[in-house]
């Protein structure tokens, strides 16, 4: 029997459904074109339209009863009827411009001024249609608009206050006992009804205004719980209201200590005011975008000490909620969306790096061929002079200790040239990988020796004083007995080219732990700080002018230290300018010979990153 009952009140609610589906259809149609893409604009519209349309209906249901029971209208019925039926043309111009606001602005004057006339012809304040003008102010409600609540209270007040000041100076007739009293109960009840459809209307409203809401936050939610970028919601002063949950997974802790200012903390002490000068631009209306450090990983509590900061790179682009207000009615919010960007930062250091040492080696190129064609042209004007002479040396009438001189200068001009090459060959060789070397036992000792007599005469020529200091006992070590016996003519060679006459060069060997410390220490010209950083690397030269009053290619220290890094040694300068330079070289017990590869190139390795990223990426998914 109860089933029975339920299954009759279903079908009478699906009928009443049924028909009141034309009626919805018809007012949603009558909804303005720019107001449909916003649910809660459609929901104040369909309000304002049924309510006065259903005032209509009720006027126009009531007058055929009234001309059959009480017959024509007199003039005060009249205005009655007109004044409910005036809605109507507020629909229509709602429904053919969309304006909200005039359209309850526009009613609540029609209203008012039909409520004051039929006041003023039915006794002024103590007339039937007083409570009407209750009614208007509480309708503005609906418009959710402070502007018209106010100014429909100004109606009221206005009209109030004029029908009372009317009928204080007796211009407005005093209405009859018995008459007095229906109309007033006529007046109350429709006044009542009347609001009582504005109640309705302002439920159905609050019910869709909440719909609209549930629904809005059901479908941000599930956006920001499924997207891997990080979606906040920030107040004017930066706090986080809301954090989605990929924060856990980008910042590595819960996303619930991200709130307020847990997540300003992790932002860089140096990126701090770019980060809320994004939020606040964003809250003035301006869409903006920050690139800033942020820590990952928990950070210290009190009384630990903190370990080594993370950060990584994240890119943050923020906007304004709503211009007026937001879906939980509070101003001003922003919302930000937040992307890891490490890996682009990265690769863009690299380019930025290799873009770098491109121009500086482009620029050290520069100079060295600069320096290399006056060297190598020097010595090949001389070999053609004079070997010219030597031609012609009946025409010069050369003596036999001219032509030997001449002779003599042409073999030193040939050797500067070929060591000149040499060295351009040696660094190209080492530089591609390509120069072995030939370990053998070797004693230092003697081979530091020669190497201080073969440069005794130079440095006496320069007015140098060379000096060799060697500890006794050296033991043997296994290297390449030409390489070592380069790096350290190279090495004197320099320090007495750079030590101004009058100076000194030490040279010096002895044991320094399980391998050999070889210094040659000047008291010359020295080295800048910002060259010493430098120097070593190939087509680096610290002085590069054409007028520089020293002769050399500056390749010297880059093939002593190519040479070196292929015995496992270690090459240390330490120098100031005009006090001197002092060079260390380290060098193993025993060495193997090694080639070493080529590195690549920063540009090279990118491509060679992404595919093991997109590799990478390839396994996580199977």
Known sequence: M????????????????????????????????????????????????????????IVFAAVPVHLAFLGAPALIETLVFAGLLSPLLVVAYLSRTGDFERAHLLSAGLMTAVVALVAAATGGVGSFAMPWLAVIPFEATLSTSRRVVLTTIAFAVSAALTLWGLSAAGLLPQPGHVENTFAYLAGALSAALYAGAIAVGASALARGSERVKLITDSRYHLLAQNMTDVITRHARNGAVTFISPAAE????????????????????????????TAITDAARGHAASVAYRLRRGPLATE????????FIWVETRCRLLDRGRTVDGRAGEVVAVTRDITRNKEDALELERAHAEAERANEAKSRFLATVSHELRTPLNAIIGFSEMLTNEGEFRLDPARRQDYARMIRDSGQHLLAVVNSILDVSRIESGRFEINPEPLAIG???????????????????????????????????????????????????????????????????????????ADTGIGIS????????????????????????????????KGLIDLHGGSFEIRSRLGEGTRVLVRLPRECTASRPEPKPDVVERLPQRAAADKNEKVKRSA
């Open 2 to 57: 109860r089933g029975r009952r339920g299954r009759g009140r279903v079908a009478v609610l699906l009928r009443n459904i049924v028909l009141l589906e034309p009626i919805r259809a018809y007012v949603d149609a009558l909804v303005h074109p720019s107001a449909r893409s916003d649910a809660l604009a459609v929901s104040r519209h369909r309000a304002f339209i049924a309510i006065r349309l259903l005032a209509g209906l």
């Open 249 to 276: 997974r980008l910042v590595g802790v819960p996303a619930a200590t991200l709130l307020a200012h847990g997540l300003f903390e992790r932002v860089h002490v140096a990126d701090r005011p770019a980060f809320l």
């Open 303 to 310: 009384g630990e000490q903190d370990a080594a900061p993370h």
């Open 446 to 520: 003697p081979l530091a020796e020669s190497c201080y007599e073969m440069m005794l005469l130079r440095a006496e020529q320069s007015g140098v004083s060379l000096d060799l200091d060697i500890v006794s006992d050296l033991p043997e070590i296994v290297a390449d007995k030409i390489a070592v016996r380069q790096v350290l003519i190279n090495l004197i060679s320099n320090a007495v080219k750079f030590t101004p006459r009058g100076g000194s060069v030490r040279i010096s060997v002895r044991v320094a732990g399980s391998g050999l410390l070889l210094s040659v």
């Open 529 to 560: 700080e910002t060259d010493l950083a430098q120097v070593g690397n190939p087509f680096f030269q610290a002085a590069s002018a054409y007028d520089r009053p020293y002769e050399g290619t500056g390749l010297g220290l880059s093939v002593v």
